[in-house]
């Protein structure tokens, strides 16, 4: 039978918040806040009735709505309707960032904001629409390069694959890699790298049983991209002896 930790604070997490500024209530309901963002998805506003955030959080209704007021002028979208007493929320990373550099020690703030901004609860799910389309039509491009390289190879002898068309698979957890790297790396930078890796994947440098989840593998605890930031490396000539 496994035990399950019977406490619902995490002490070493706090300590990342500077309490001379910071109060309890503000910290708990700004998490509170982020998990309902991430969990509905980044830019997709979210309701909730006052009463369940009261109910859920244990903060009275008069400083619920002080603490509202606050979070507003440091960017928090807010827009309250009488239906059912509900708020609505979209908490955007400009929020984020400015909480972050007024509450949390200096020290632990960088690696805080990053480890927000990468959160992730739903994978693919976590994308808006937009996100989703943006993210498939980088794939296509992806593609065409990935049948230009090899035609290259082709026509130099270096491999003997056929010409076709090439239509990289994906799934959702491609797609959400994909839309982390784009998030941190210039679609340029990508291209160059992308070529470097599936160079070395028709010569058979290298392999893999899926091209895409491999160039874009996210390693979290580390907050980078060991395979991509392998290529990029190369091209950059970082990894040569000399």
């Known amino acids: 039978m496994t035990t399950k930790h019977p406490l619902a604070t995490n002490f070493k997490k706090l300590l990342q918040y500077n309490f001379r500024v910071a109060k309890l209530d503000e910290v708990i309901f700004f998490e509170?806040?982020?998990v309902k963002q991430k969990s509905f998805g980044d830019g997709n506003p979210f309701f909730y009735q006052n009463r369940r955030v009261i109910e859920e959080l244990g903060i009275k209704r008069n400083r619920l709505n002080s603490i509202?007021?606050?979070?507003m002028d440091y960017g928090l979208n807010i827009h309250c309707t009488g239906l059912l007493n509900t708020t609505h929320y979209l908490v955007e990373f400009d929020f984020i960032e400015q909480f972050i550099y007024n509450h949390v020690k200096h020290e632990e703030q960088y690696e805080m904001i990053n480890n927000?901004?990468?959160?992730?609860?739903?994978?693919?799910?976590?994308?808006?629409?937009?996100?989703k389309e943006q993210v498939v039509q980088f794939i296509q491009i992806l593609n065409k390069i990935?049948?230009?390289?090899?035609?290259?190879?082709?026509?130099?002898?270096?491999?003997?694959?056929?010409?076709?068309?090439?239509?990289?698979?994906?799934?959702?957890?491609?797609?959400?890699q994909l839309h982390l790297l784009?998030?941190?790396?210039?679609?340029?930078?990508?291209?160059?790298?992308?070529?470097?890796?599936?160079?070395a994947?028709?010569?058979?440098?290298?392999?893999t049983t899926?091209?895409?989840?491999?160039?874009?593998?996210?390693?979290?605890?580390?907050?980078?991209?060991?395979v991509f930031d392998h290529y990029?490396?190369?091209?950059?000539?970082?990894?040569?002896?000399?």
């Not at 927000?116 to 937009?130: A, C, H, I, S």
């Not at 028709?202 to 392999?207: G, I, T, V």
């Not at 990029?232 to 000399?242: G, K, S």
């Open 32 to 34: 509170w806040l982020i």
């Open 68 to 71: 509202k007021s606050k979070f």
């Open 116 to 131: 927000v901004r990468f959160l992730n609860f739903k994978g693919e799910n976590n994308m808006t629409k937009f996100e």
């Open 146 to 176: 990935c049948t230009s390289r090899k035609k290259f190879h082709r026509d130099f002898g270096n491999i003997k694959d056929d010409l076709s068309e090439v239509e990289l698979p994906y799934n959702g957890k491609s797609k959400y």
């Open 182 to 199: 784009c998030k941190r790396y210039s679609k340029d930078v990508i291209i160059q790298t992308f070529r470097n890796f599936i160079d």
């Open 201 to 207: 994947m028709l010569l058979k440098e290298d392999s």
């Open 210 to 226: 899926h091209y895409l989840n491999n160039f874009s593998s996210y390693d979290a605890h580390k907050d980078g991209f060991p």
């Open 232 to 242: 990029d490396r190369l091209a950059n000539n970082d990894d040569l002896p000399f």
